[in-house]
């Protein structure tokens, strides 16, 4: 509580407002990319590869490094790490709108993710400095609207710079406008935001990192060569993810055997609730970001739609979404548990598929796509809502901070394989004049969807009450 009482109310208020900045500044750059897509596409004459590692990129790195930037916050101060985090954004958001080639733009995104893995911990953090737990409640609530609004608000805020076009710029001002936004979030952690660290710092795992980073890349890399055909490379590339991920598993346990600091405690994997939740995790990220890809991309590639027209389309998705975690998760979870997660998986896929085909194979005008965008938007809310308190309702509080940087690096890794897999597809049936590309995605977005539900049902009906150990 000294940490807490030593702020006036002021700057409690004024270091939230710094920390709401660079939530809007991370979640808005994960949202804007896909209505740029197409233009940067056209601009550079990027194969799908490219393209699809534009946004991959992005989610890998910061998945890869999350866990890792919580801890350099315990380690050397969270406001210190914040500001670093803040302005290697910045920079890296100015590389991408200065990218010469969709090359550089890969590199510069993937460098975006890392240092957005640095900086998103540390917000978190500092809310533990910052307010008593019951403050926390109505702050974090804050955050959540929010964050909310920013995801709608990127999609059209996209669409209306590239529509600006100001100074010839195009699709370059989604990522520059970054830079005034940068500079007010430095400007106001610099003055208030306090300096805190952890009392115990929890180390780090290099090598755990390695290792889970080279299975992730051993599944991406071969899904994003669709277009090329794959050879004994790509072959020989998926073939030592397993071997990689069994290797990552002793290294883990060997380590929290020695007690020494590891990427993750294998016991948590023991928890039902928290292993069906993070694989569920994984399977919505993907299908969620693949659809969102291939939904922006069908816009205007397939429909000739502008950047603007897709941006305002978002919204309809976003409002529903909204709406589905803040209304029906929130208050049907606690009465009818995994069956709200049912529920909103099945209305998901057909939602989804519904408006992917209407976009192509059935040419339905914008306006009927309006309800059923707010449907899939209710079925995504209902099942993303209840992911994280499901997956962490049976956790031990002493393993609660290494549950959520877990299921954060879930969806972070499952948004990248989305891409990878629905990029795929898309890119490689466009060729395909009798089916329109977006069908073909259909397949692999219910597919992903269905996965959720089943592994849904495979939860126990009494989420929020621990297992009782049965007598010997």
Same mark, same amino acid.
Not at 185 to 208: I, K, M, N, Q, T
Not at 254 to 262: G, N, T, Y
């Given at each position: 509580?000294?940490?807490?009482?030593?702020?006036?109310?002021?700057?409690?208020?004024?270091?939230?407002?710094?920390?709401?900045?660079?939530?809007?500044?991370?979640?808005?750059?994960?949202?804007?990319?896909?209505?740029?897509?197409?233009?940067?596409?056209?601009?550079?004459?990027?194969?799908?590869? #490219?393209?699809?590692?534009?946004?991959? !990129?992005?989610? @890998?790195?910061? %998945?890869? &490094? *999350?866990?890792? =930037?919580? $801890? /350099?916050?315990?380690?050397?101060?969270?406001?210190?790490?914040?500001?670093?985090?803040?302005?290697?954004?910045?920079?890296?958001?100015?590389?991408?709108?200065?990218?010469?080639?969709?090359?550089?733009?890969?590199?510069?995104?993937?460098?975006?993710?890392?240092?957005?893995?640095?900086?998103?911990?540390?917000?978190?953090?500092?809310?533990?400095?910052?307010?008593?737990?019951?403050?926390?409640?109505?702050?974090?609530?804050?955050?959540?609207?929010?964050?909310?609004?920013? #995801?709608?608000?990127?999609?059209?805020? !996209?669409?209306? @710079?590239?529509? %600006?076009? &100001? *100074?010839?710029? =195009?699709? $370059? /001002?989604?990522?520059?406008?970054?830079?005034?936004?940068?500079?007010?979030?430095?400007?106001?952690?610099?003055?208030?935001?306090?300096?805190?660290?952890?009392?115990?710092?929890?180390?780090?795992?290099?090598?755990?990192?390695?290792?889970?980073?080279?299975?992730?890349?051993?599944?991406?890399?071969?899904?994003?060569?669709?277009?090329?055909?794959?050879?004994?490379?790509?072959?020989?590339?998926?073939?030592?993810?397993?071997?990689?991920?069994?290797?990552?598993?002793?290294?883990?346990?060997?380590?929290?055997?020695?007690?020494?600091?590891?990427?993750?405690?294998?016991? *948590?994997?023991?928890?039902?609730?928290?292993?069906?939740?993070?694989?569920?995790?994984?399977?919505?990220?993907?299908?969620?970001?693949?659809?969102?890809?291939?939904?922006?991309?069908?816009?205007?590639?397939?429909?000739?739609?502008?950047?603007?027209?897709?941006?305002?389309?978002?919204?309809?998705?976003?409002?529903?979404?909204?709406?589905?975690?803040?209304?029906?998760?929130?208050?049907?979870?606690?009465?009818?548990?995994?069956?709200?997660?049912?529920?909103?998986?099945?209305?998901?896929?057909?939602?989804?598929?519904?408006?992917?085909?209407?976009?192509?194979?059935?040419?339905?005008?914008?306006?009927? *796509?309006?309800?059923?965008?707010?449907?899939?938007?209710?079925?995504?809310?209902?099942?993303?809502?209840?992911?994280?308190?499901?997956?962490?309702?049976?956790?031990?509080?002493?393993?609660?901070?290494?549950?959520?940087?877990?299921?954060?690096?879930?969806?972070?890794?499952?948004?990248?394989?989305?891409?990878?897999?629905?990029?795929?597809?898309?890119?490689?049936?466009?060729?395909?004049?009798?089916?329109?590309?977006?069908?073909?995605?259909?397949?692999?977005?219910?597919?992903?969807?269905?996965?959720?539900?089943?592994?849904?049902?495979?939860?126990?009906?009494?989420?929020?009450?621990?297992?009782?150990?049965?007598?010997?």
């Amino acid at each position: 509580m000294n940490a807490i009482s030593a702020l006036s109310p002021r700057q409690q208020n004024l270091a939230l407002v710094t920390l709401i900045i660079a939530v809007v500044l991370e979640i808005v750059d994960l949202t804007i990319i896909n209505t740029a897509l197409p233009a940067i596409s056209a601009d550079f004459a990027a194969n799908a590869e #490219a393209v699809q590692w534009i946004v991959a !990129g992005y989610a @890998l790195s910061f %998945a890869l &490094l *999350l866990m890792a =930037g919580g $801890r /350099l916050g315990d380690s050397f101060g969270y406001r210190r790490v914040f500001l670093i985090g803040v302005a290697g954004f910045t920079l890296s958001s100015m590389a991408c709108g200065l990218a010469r080639n969709a090359d550089e733009l890969v590199a510069a995104r993937l460098l975006q993710g890392a240092t957005g893995a640095i900086m998103s911990p540390q917000a978190m953090a500092l809310m533990q400095v910052l307010f008593s737990p019951l403050e926390r409640v109505s702050k974090l609530a804050l955050f959540g609207l929010v964050g909310g609004l920013a #995801a709608i608000a990127g999609p059209i805020l !996209g669409g209306l @710079l590239i529509k %600006a076009n &100001l *100074l010839g710029l =195009g699709w $370059r /001002l989604v990522f520059l406008i970054n830079f005034p936004v940068g500079l007010l979030a430095l400007v106001s952690g610099w003055y208030f935001l306090p300096e805190r660290r952890s009392a115990h710092p929890a180390g780090f795992d290099a090598a755990g990192m390695a290792l889970l980073g080279a299975a992730v890349l051993g599944v991406l890399w071969p899904l994003t060569r669709s277009e090329a055909g794959w050879t004994w490379r790509e072959w020989t590339s998926l073939s030592c993810v397993g071997p990689l991920v069994l290797w990552a598993w002793h290294h883990v346990s060997a380590r929290i055997e020695a007690r020494r600091p590891a990427l993750f405690d294998p016991a *948590l994997f023991a928890i039902r609730p928290f292993r069906l939740g993070l694989a569920i995790s994984i399977a919505f990220a993907a299908a969620n970001t693949g659809f969102l890809l291939a939904f922006a991309f069908a816009l205007q590639a397939e429909r000739g739609e502008t950047p603007l027209t897709t941006g305002l389309l978002h919204m309809p998705f976003g409002l529903g979404a909204m709406v589905g975690i803040a209304v029906l998760g929130r208050n049907f979870l606690p009465r009818y548990g995994k069956w709200v997660m049912v529920a909103g998986g099945v209305t998901m896929a057909l939602a989804t598929s519904a408006v992917l085909a209407g976009i192509g194979a059935l040419a339905l005008p914008l306006p009927a *796509l309006t309800p059923l965008l707010v449907m899939a938007g209710l079925g995504m809310g209902a099942l993303s809502g209840c992911i994280a308190p499901v997956a962490v309702a049976q956790v031990d509080k002493d393993h609660a901070g290494a549950a959520s940087g877990l299921l954060k690096t879930a969806q972070q890794l499952g948004a990248a394989l989305g891409i990878a897999l629905s990029g795929s597809i898309y890119f490689a049936w466009k060729g395909n004049a009798q089916i329109p590309p977006s069908l073909a995605v259909v397949s692999v977005i219910a597919g992903l969807l269905a996965l959720c539900v089943v592994l849904a049902l495979r939860l126990p009906e009494r989420i929020f009450t621990r297992p009782q150990p049965t007598a010997s």
